[in-house]
């Protein structure tokens, strides 16, 4: 595998931004964190649903299934059987 | 306790479908894991493979009508991001190779691996033995579970690896 590494100049604000995401990851998980972590976690963010979104929609499909009576258990059972019926085959 | 669990587990993760369904059916751990993930505004992002979809729509397919589980598989996609299988398709096969995981099971690990992030599982008895029996199982390091956040507190924590 060939690493590449790449320099990129960054003007002051987006330095600010990053050491601001930098001091906000430390405060999450209370060790040292690096530009490169603030970084990454930007690019992971920009690839997902934005967290205010994620929120609300968390709140609206908390419990969405509890009249159905879903549990884990239905998960263990459906795919004992999925198994059982390739060995029956 | 969060710090604990996003040290551990880092920024972006992948989840089960077991995790999912906890959330889904509003249970007192289903209610920590919306707080630990999906509102915890350190997870940058959630993976999950396809076959976690299909997972969540037949478990509600077999209680209810196909209008109900694609109203709540919908709701579902807004949570996470879903990663194509063709990308890491040959990790799946090696797990599946040297274990009796499921393939679900088998894909999130897989995924985990190939992202070069943690999976998200709920205490399993068949997870549980594959991995008490199998100390070299492929990628063991990837699994966290949850429950060792949810239910515990104190000697547990941190005791993932």
């Known amino acids: ?89 | 306790m969060l710090r604990t669990f996003n040290l551990v587990v880092g920024s972006s993760l992948v989840i089960d479908t077991g995790v999912f369904i906890e959330f889904l059916s509003g249970t007192v751990a289903g209610g920590k894991i919306s707080e630990m993930v999906f509102k915890n505004p350190f997870i940058a992002s959630i993976l999950i493979n396809p076959l976690t979809c299909i997972e969540i729509y037949y478990l509600i397919r077999r209680k209810s009508s196909p209008e109900r589980a694609r109203e709540e598989l919908n709701k579902v996609k807004k949570l996470v991001r879903i990663v194509p299988l063709e990308e890491f398709i040959e990790i799946v096969g090696e797990i599946k190779a040297t274990t009796s995981l499921s393939l679900t099971d088998a894909a999130n690990i897989a995924l985990a691996e190939y992202k070069n992030i943690k999976v998200l599982f709920k205490h399993e008895q068949e997870l549980d033995d594959q991995i008490g029996t199998k100390s070299d199982m492929p990628f063991r390091s990837r699994i966290v579970f949850v429950d060792d956040f949810t239910f515990y507190s104190g000697d547990r924590k941190g005791t993932i690896s």
């Open chain 1, 1 to 89: 595998m060939v690493t590449m590494a790449t320099t990129v100049q960054i003007n002051s604000s987006t330095k600010e931004e990053l050491l601001f995401i930098k001091a906000q990851l430390e405060l999450h998980t209370g060790k040292k964190h690096s530009l490169d972590d603030a970084i990454r976690w930007l690019i992971e963010k920009a690839k997902s649903p934005p967290l205010e979104d994620r929120v609300k929609d968390a709140e609206k499909s908390f419990g969405v299934l509890k009249d159905l009576g879903i549990t884990s258990e239905d998960l263990r059972t459906l795919r004992r059987q999925r198994v059982s019926r390739v060995a029956d085959f």
